[in-house]
């Protein structure tokens, strides 16, 4: 099994961009995270896989800050901030993006409105100009354009009558445009054909596929990582990490089952 | 000097009776729409104090007349609409009502179909925050032999906050037969899942209830001549409240 670096010699210009330590968390009173702890550096995608009900959605909607997703012990550091300490669109300013399993509709706001609103109060937030709305278009064009989306989809009401691939093309977009250092994405490849996978696959690649960004793919299956050649695959069972490996795993996961691997 | 009304009079239920008594008695305007003819008015309360206007609509044969309303005002402010309708007359209706505080905003229409063929279409929009109390009282009459009568009445209500309250009654009088009237109704909340979605992508928490209430108040000046005057207005208004 490949080695997992736990620990960076103090020396080194730290490269770690998200430590979870010991994390808790319960939805509804319920304890869901039971000690959890990751840590992912800058440069490097790493896939969480589990069985249902193993956490995963609350582990993105817990580092997203999603009201319900109650952290009970432990801590997060978001390139060297306290993640937990912030609220959800302070995360984002921060350069937290989540990528929803399941987009939210909202009727009426368009699609174009909402992201350029998003972005400059990103920018405002960590004191940047303003884009313009002609720099914001352009920017939305060409992103919409890596992801195969007709631009036009953007004067639409946000995710109102997209389909399912569309969805999460969008979201997709969505992170190009806003163009954040750590992405939780969160089963984006639910709901997607295969060139649609292919697409969105190869998005994340050309978007965050860099030294100084990183990628948390939540996924049950093996076929997005054919396409986003994870670093790192955990797995999350029972709240917690239960075993870490590299790409090798996914595999022997898609051929074994989680009962096969866990045992 | 006519009598001030009281809580017994259905129209004037929910009104602020303190408030009505500086400036009653209120006078009627009258706004007649000639057969055929079309027309478009605007009425925008956000002022303080009180404001109360009274509308006594006539429309004929064919004509049209779409009214829209921003009704903010921070204090009591209250628009009651009474409107006959001809054969073959349209009458749309579009009002916004915002108040925050302890402030008190209504709407009062009758919308009277009195001949064949006629249509209305009423669409309100509310958003209420702080204690404030919005209103719509809504009655659409079909006079006996008013056949083919298509009334539409679209009442939405958002509340903001625990002690603001919303009262909506749409109300159907029909002494005809084979007409249409339908009438829907709601009061809720924001949509506490969209407010995440966009926090997520970095819209504090403010910024992303004015993106959403901005929407929902949009439906009802859709198609309006001055929809960005209106808007515009409608959107100071939130901004307060927020």
């Known amino acids: 099994m490949a080695g997992f670096p736990r620990s960076i010699p103090f020396f080194t210009k730290s490269?770690?961009?998200?430590?979870?330590?010991?994390?808790?968390?319960?939805?509804?009173?319920?304890?869901?995270?039971k000690g959890l702890s990751l840590t992912i550096n800058a440069g490097e995608i790493h896939a969480i896989m589990g069985p249902n009900g193993?956490?995963?959605?609350?582990?993105?909607?817990?580092?997203?800050?999603?009201?319900?997703?109650?952290?009970?012990?432990?801590?997060v550091t978001f390139d060297g901030q306290d993640l937990l300490a912030l609220e959800p669109h302070e995360r984002a300013a921060a350069g937290l993006f989540l990528g929803f399993q399941y987009p939210v509709e909202i009727p009426g706001v368009s699609m174009v409105q909402f992201l350029r609103e998003s972005l400059n109060a990103q920018r405002k937030g960590r004191g940047e100009e303003p884009l313009s709305g002609g720099a914001f278009l352009k920017l939305a064009r060409e992103q919409a354009g890596l992801l195969k989306l007709d631009a036009d989809m953007l004067k639409r009401p946000v995710n109102v009558g997209f389909s399912g691939g569309e969805k999460k093309r969008a979201e997709m977009v969505q992170m190009g445009i806003l163009d954040p250092k750590l992405a939780i994405l969160d089963e984006t490849d639910s709901g997607l054909d295969i060139d649609a996978l292919k697409v969105c696959g190869e998005g994340i690649n050309a978007i965050m596929r860099r030294p100084d960004k990183a990628v948390l793919l939540i996924t049950h299956y093996q076929r997005l990582l054919d396409y986003v050649k994870p670093d790192f695959v955990h797995v999350l069972a029972g709240g917690r990490i239960v075993r870490s490996g590299g790409a090798d795993l996914a595999l022997e996961l898609e051929q074994q089952g989680y009962e096969g691997v866990l045992a | 000097m006519t009598a001030l009304p009281t809580r017994h009079d259905e129209?004037?239920?929910?009104?602020?009776?303190?408030?009505?008594?500086?400036?009653?008695?209120?006078?009627?305007?009258?706004?007649?729409?000639?057969?055929?003819?079309?027309?478009?008015?605007?009425?925008?309360?956000?002022?303080?104090g009180t404001e109360v206007r009274d509308l006594a609509i006539t429309l004929g044969e064919g004509a049209h007349l779409s009214l829209h309303v921003l009704n903010a005002a921070r204090g009591y402010g209250r628009v009651a609409v009474r409107v006959a309708l001809a054969r073959g007359a349209q009458f749309h209706f579009g009002a916004a009502q915002v108040a925050g505080a302890d402030h008190r905003v209504e709407i009062v229409t009758e919308v009277v179909h009195t001949a064949p063929d006629a249509i209305s279409r009423q669409i309100v929009r509310q958003v209420m925050a702080g204690r404030a109390t919005g209103n719509y009282l809504g009655r659409v009459v079909v006079d006996r032999g008013a056949v083919g009568t298509d009334g539409e009445q679209s009442i939405r209500a958002m509340l903001l906050d625990r002690g603001a309250s919303a009262n909506a009654r749409p109300e159907l009088e029909i002494y005809a037969d084979d007409v249409k009237c339908a009438h829907g109704c709601a009061i809720g909340e924001l949509d506490k899942d969209g407010l995440f979605y966009l926090a997520s992508r970095g819209l504090p928490p403010a910024a992303a209830k004015a993106l959403m209430l901005q929407a929902f108040l949009a439906e009802a000046f859709a198609g309006a001549d001055d929809e960005e005057r209106l808007t515009t207005a409608a959107l100071a208004a939130l901004e307060d409240l927020l």
Do not use: C
């Not at chain 2, 007649?32 to 605007?42: F, L, M, N, R, Y």
């Open chain 1, 54 to 75: 193993a956490g995963k959605s609350t582990l993105g909607y817990t580092l997203g800050g999603r009201p319900g997703y109650e952290v009970t012990g432990g801590s």
């Open chain 2, 11 to 48: 129209a004037w239920r929910y009104a602020d009776f303190a408030a009505l008594a500086t400036v009653w008695p209120v006078a009627q305007q009258a706004i007649v729409v000639d057969a055929g003819e079309s027309a478009a008015h605007t009425l925008v309360l956000t002022g303080a």
């Open chain 1, 15 to 33: 490269p770690i961009m998200l430590t979870i330590d010991n994390l808790h968390a319960t939805v509804a009173d319920k304890p869901i995270l």
